[in-house]
């Protein structure tokens, strides 16, 4: 910290600060308007390298070499199709050859028993660079299908389908999610300053913060092979704009209160850079540390986005730490207009209201923590109503677009596994026993070995009796893919949608059962090393868990009760684990490292008083600001971002108003000077001077 309050904090050195980062900026900030080329949304970069439906794709690609996903155009008339409607969907099926992005032979129409419907079959290249271009193709195979006689309906679906929904739905995510949070921040900013100038500089240093950390991580992705998705650029987002405005608010609060005991305003931020600094690094590098661990996940997105965020982070702390001290200061005190801090004003929170609310608390802490802990592990409760087995393609989706309104037509006019059949890659030798063992399973239909072979390899299509987005036809791969593993000399792989929706989950326990203990490791060690103790941060853990377990009761009675959502994503508990136990420990940082700055001074049950005085203002305005970017994600029309959203914001908010605001202060107060052991804070004399009313130095 002496090294960087060297730097920005000289009368000279700030315009330096601020010329460097200009020139960052004209390097790298331009290329983060690119960041949408090098995104990887395919479902090659998701899934785990190891898993069956991986291997077998690689296999695919080879037997079809141009990447192909199938668009399935199902016509539908209530009364049964007529001849204009047979000869409008022959007619088109010529057509459909012609559109640029169809790569291969367009199918034969394929009318249902009922008479009811019919529908082409249609190959869609699915380029590397991810799922615009298949949303181009699939609009204009709609504009194809669109012009038939009146009352005749046309839907677009399987996998294309369903891809070009999904691109439909995160198309232009990055802008929204930068609106939204913005939004977010100016008003909240406005509210906590109550200037018209102030919240001008915190907004401009989260800006560049989050301009440069997306330049940095596309040259990563262009030239050293990090991945990035639309998923990995949404959290980037509205982590950096979360945390960066949290580490703003923490920065400006000291950097006032010092205004007040220093005339000079350099002095001033030099000794407000080297007090708050401490906690935002420690907590900087607590979401960075938290993201990391997400390296040792089987799934590849998940993988991803773990430096994809820490780069965000590590980028955006070096920018409140630098950038924003060097504009304070070379702005001055008239920035706080119309309420400037004056040299020699008495300190506001000494006596103010968080002041009063810890004394109170310091006269009954037991009762505090103990209702506090009993309240949140009665909400705890309502997780058991989680359903995180994965989300239907019908669930994924706030509203019910094309895709899945199509997938129920041909469910209900056709068997309900035709349209995403289980795709069998086997030796062509054994192609035949292959179809056989396939044939013979329960729960698939039918099963079918195509004519498509190289480097001597089969396809087997086998269509399963349930959807293929169902529970009973993730079972059914299970049987299939024993039955197939067991033909000898096969090397026979099950592939398709139902068998990456299985292997993802099965990932996604994994990675569970790795990454949220070793979560929970590298956190416990930065807090240890931060507040030279292990029972503090034992006790921070315990209660941040609790609150994570609260979060995700109250939210699983939302999600089915009031949102009436279908389930949660496989990904969804690890990532809202992540996110607040990685952000919800912040707010414990900023509070007890100034419990540790006061606790020498005025012993710890008087220092928690002083600490929640002191941090009780800009730890609730933060808290406000994380919790109001996440929610931005409730703005997105996909599932699994709405609940993200609301989980963590809901979250952040308990740690806010309940876990750093009564059960963290009255733990503290209720142990004493205990809770610093086993350093020397712990050996020092067991009497301490009681918490008065009376207005503390901070």
């Given amino acids: 910290m002496g090294a960087i309050v060297r730097a920005v904090c000289g009368r000279r050195t700030k315009w330096l600060t601020l010329a460097v980062w200009i020139v960052v900026v004209g390097g790298l900030g331009g290329l983060g308007s690119k960041l949408a080329e090098v995104q990887k949304n395919d479902i090659s970069a998701w899934l785990p390298a190891g898993a069956e439906s991986t291997r077998a794709l690689t296999i695919l690609q080879r037997l079809q070499p141009d990447h192909t996903v199938e668009a399935q155009i199902v016509y539908v008339r209530a009364g049964g199709l007529?001849?204009?409607?047979?000869?409008?969907?022959?007619?088109?099926?010529?057509?459909?050859?012609?559109?640029?992005?169809?790569?291969?032979?367009?199918?034969?129409?394929?009318?249902?028993?009922?008479?009811?419907?019919?529908?082409?079959?249609?190959?869609?290249?699915?380029?590397?660079?991810?799922?615009?271009?298949?949303?181009?193709?699939?609009?204009?195979?709609?504009?194809?299908?669109?012009?038939?006689?009146?009352?005749?309906?046309?839907?677009?679906?399987?996998?294309?389908?369903?891809?070009?929904?999904?691109?439909?739905?995160?198309?232009?995510?990055?802008?929204?999610?930068?609106?939204?949070?913005?939004?977010?921040?100016?008003?909240?900013?406005?509210?906590?300053?109550?200037?018209?100038?102030?919240?001008?500089?915190?907004?401009?240093?989260?800006?560049?913060?989050?301009?440069?950390?997306?330049?940095?991580?596309?040259?990563?992705?262009?030239?050293?092979?990090?991945?990035?998705?639309?998923?990995?650029?949404?959290?980037?987002?509205?982590?950096?704009?979360?945390?960066?405005?949290?580490?703003?608010?923490?920065?400006?609060?000291?950097?006032?209160?010092?205004?007040?005991?220093?005339?000079?305003?350099?002095?001033?931020?030099?000794?407000?850079?080297?007090?708050?600094?401490?906690?935002?690094?420690?907590?900087?590098?607590?979401?960075?540390?938290?993201?990391?661990?997400?390296?040792?996940?089987?799934?590849?997105?998940?993988?991803?986005?773990?430096?994809?965020?820490?780069?965000?982070?590590?980028?955006?702390?070096?920018?409140?730490?630098?950038?924003?001290?060097?504009?304070?200061t070379a702005c001055g005190r008239w920035v706080f207009w119309p309420v400037r801090p004056v040299h020699g004003a008495p300190e506001p929170t000494g006596g103010g209201a968080w002041h009063r609310l810890g004394t109170w608390i310091s006269g009954r802490a037991r009762t505090v923590w103990l209702v506090s802990a009993v309240l949140l592990a009665i909400a705890a409760l309502g997780a058991a109503d989680l359903r995180l087995g994965g989300l239907s393609n019908e669930d994924t989706f706030v509203d019910r677009p094309d895709s899945v309104v199509g997938q129920r037509v041909i469910e209900e006019h056709y068997a309900a596994g035709v349209g995403d059949p289980?795709?069998?890659?086997?030796?062509?030798?054994?192609?035949?026993?292959?179809?056989?063992?396939?044939?013979?399973?329960?729960?698939?239909?039918?099963?079918?070995?195509?004519?498509?072979?190289?480097?001597?390899?089969?396809?087997?299509?086998?269509?399963?009796?349930?959807?293929?987005?169902?529970?009973?036809?993730?079972e059914a791969i299970g049987r299939l893919r024993a039955a197939v593993h067991a033909v000898p000399g096969a090397g026979a792989l099950v592939g398709g949608d139902t068998a990456v929706r299985l292997d993802i989950a099965d990932a996604s326990r994994s990675d569970n059962r790795l990454i949220i203990p070793l979560v929970l490791l590298v956190v416990f060690g930065?807090?240890?090393?931060?507040?030279?103790?292990?029972?503090?941060?034992?006790?921070?853990?315990?209660?941040?868990?609790?609150?994570?377990?609260?979060?995700?009761?109250?939210?699983?009675?939302?999600?089915?009760?009031?949102?009436?959502f279908g389930g949660q994503d496989t990904l969804y508990l690890l990532f809202v684990f992540v996110f607040l136990v990685a952000l919800g420990i912040d707010y414990n940082i900023f509070l007890m490292t100034r419990v540790h700055e006061e606790a020498p001074v005025a012993g710890t049950r008087a220092g928690v008083v002083a600490g929640l005085a002191a941090t009780g203002g800009v730890i609730t305005s933060a808290g406000l600001v994380l919790a109001g970017t996440f929610a931005a994600l409730g703005t997105l029309p996909a599932v699994s971002f709405v609940e993200i959203g609301f989980t963590v914001a809901f979250g952040v908010l308990l740690d806010t108003f309940l876990v750093r605001t009564a059960l963290v202060p009255a733990l503290a107060i209720d142990i004493g000077r205990a809770i610093w052991w086993p350093s020397a804070l712990a050996r020092a004399p067991k009497k301490e001077p009681e918490p008065t009313p009376a207005p503390v130095s901070v």
Wanted: one cysteine or more; glycine letters at 10%; hydrophobic letters at 55%.
């Fill in 82 to 328: 007529t001849a204009a409607d047979k000869a409008k969907v022959d007619a088109d099926a010529r057509a459909f050859a012609s559109v640029p992005g169809v790569r291969g032979t367009v199918g034969t129409p394929e009318a249902s028993p009922d008479g009811a419907a019919v529908q082409v079959r249609v190959p869609v290249e699915l380029p590397k660079t991810g799922w615009d271009q298949v949303k181009t193709t699939a609009d204009e195979l709609r504009g194809i299908a669109a012009t038939g006689p009146a009352g005749l309906s046309v839907h677009i679906a399987g996998q294309a389908g369903y891809t070009a929904d999904q691109a439909a739905a995160y198309g232009g995510i990055d802008g929204v999610l930068l609106a939204v949070a913005a939004l977010v921040v100016i008003v909240l900013l406005l509210l906590t300053y109550r200037s018209p100038v102030l919240w001008l500089l915190p907004l401009a240093a989260v800006s560049v913060g989050l301009m440069v950390s997306q330049g940095l991580i596309y040259l990563l992705a262009r030239d050293a092979g990090l991945t990035i998705d639309a998923q990995g650029s949404a959290v980037l987002t509205v982590i950096v704009f979360g945390v960066g405005t949290d580490y703003a608010l923490l920065l400006i609060a000291r950097y006032r209160e010092e205004l007040r005991r220093h005339e000079d305003r350099h002095e001033a931020m030099a000794v407000a850079l080297r007090r708050a600094g401490s906690a935002v690094v420690a907590s900087a590098a607590t979401v960075a540390a938290g993201m990391l661990c997400l390296m040792f996940a089987q799934m590849r997105s998940t993988k991803g986005l773990g430096p994809v965020v820490a780069i965000g982070v590590a980028v955006t702390v070096v920018a409140m730490l630098t950038l924003l001290p060097a504009l304070l």
């Fill in 422 to 474: 289980a795709l069998v890659v086997a030796r062509a030798g054994q192609a035949e026993q292959v179809r056989a063992a396939a044939a013979g399973v329960d729960g698939v239909a039918a099963a079918a070995a195509g004519p498509v072979t190289s480097d001597g390899w089969v396809l087997v299509t086998a269509v399963l009796r349930d959807p293929s987005d169902s529970a009973a036809a993730r």
């Fill in 526 to 564: 930065i807090l240890a090393g931060l507040l030279r103790s292990l029972l503090a941060p034992l006790l921070l853990m315990a209660t941040v868990v609790l609150s994570f377990g609260a979060a995700l009761g109250v939210s699983a009675l939302v999600f089915d009760h009031v949102f009436g």
